[in-house]
């Protein structure tokens, strides 16, 4: 079980949002960079960058905080980025810079096609961001509900090629209110590729019924607001995960 911190860029410092609100951020670090170099020594494998600027703006916005993660982790852990990624060139230069997964979100709703084509000209790089209310998928920093059904949209990807869906439940998602579970292995067996919760993670227990679940098909679990308030402990999370799975 892949315990992955997150660091949500806003204006180049490190912040949490509550419930995708931009204008309700928290900054916990002027120094993203740091923040990466302190969650892999505490254990993490993998960590979880979002361009929240970029996701608004439908492109980049802090490329140079991103360079600088990639520079300070990049060599020892894999890193992956969303918010604001709309084109192969964007992809390609991140790519080419350190980073090991690209997210495609919003584009992937709005426009199949894009994703189809990031997937044939970078395979095993792109993962897909399902954000969803009530199994619905939302797009544009979740403000637009569609009519689309995450598993319908899942399976659709999966044809595509994408290497992995982070399943994010965003009334759930900076609310410490605990993991949607049920929905997040309803997706995961539907599916063949592997599935990342993400939305509420609020304690050990959390920790607990996602490792029950991981033969499902649920490989991780995005860690946000939790790690930063201190109602979760990261280093003992993913020791307890690894003692759970192995």
Avoid at 40 to 66: C, M, Q, T, W, Y
Avoid at 188 to 196: D, E, F, K, R, W
Avoid at 208 to 225: F, H, M, P, T
Avoid at 231 to 244: K, S
């Amino acid at each position: 079980m892949l315990l992955i911190p997150a660091i949500d860029l806003k204006d180049g410092q490190c912040v949490r949002l509550k419930q995708g609100d931009m204008d309700q951020s928290t900054v916990f670090s002027d120094d993203p960079a740091a923040m990466a170099r302190n969650w892999v020594s505490k254990g993490a494998r993998r960590v979880h960058l979002v361009d929240l600027n970029g996701a608004f703006a439908g492109k980049p916005k802090n490329e140079a905080a991103i360079r600088r993660v990639l520079q300070e982790v990049g060599d020892e852990v894999d890193v992956q980025l969303g918010g604001g990624i709309r084109d192969l060139d964007t992809i390609e230069r991140y790519l080419d810079a350190g980073l090991r997964y690209v997210i495609i979100g919003t584009a992937a709703v709005k426009n199949p096609g894009f994703l189809q084509d990031a997937c044939t000209a970078f395979p095993g790089h792109i993962i897909v961001g399902l954000d969803a209310k009530d199994g619905k998928v939302a797009t544009d920093g979740w403000s637009k509900l569609t009519g689309h059904e995450v598993v319908d949209l899942g399976r659709k990807f999966e044809d595509y090629g994408v290497e992995s869906i982070i399943y994010t439940d965003i009334g759930r998602d900076g609310m410490l209110s605990g993991i949607n579970i049920e929905a997040t292995v309803k997706l995961a067996q539907a599916l063949t590729i592997p599935v990342i919760a993400s939305g509420g993670l609020s304690n050990l227990e959390d920790i607990r019924q996602l490792c029950a679940v991981e033969d499902e098909g649920v490989e991780g679990v995005i860690c946000g607001r939790s790690i930063y308030s201190g109602d979760l402990d990261f280093e003992a999370a993913q020791r307890l995960a690894d003692e759970l799975n192995g």
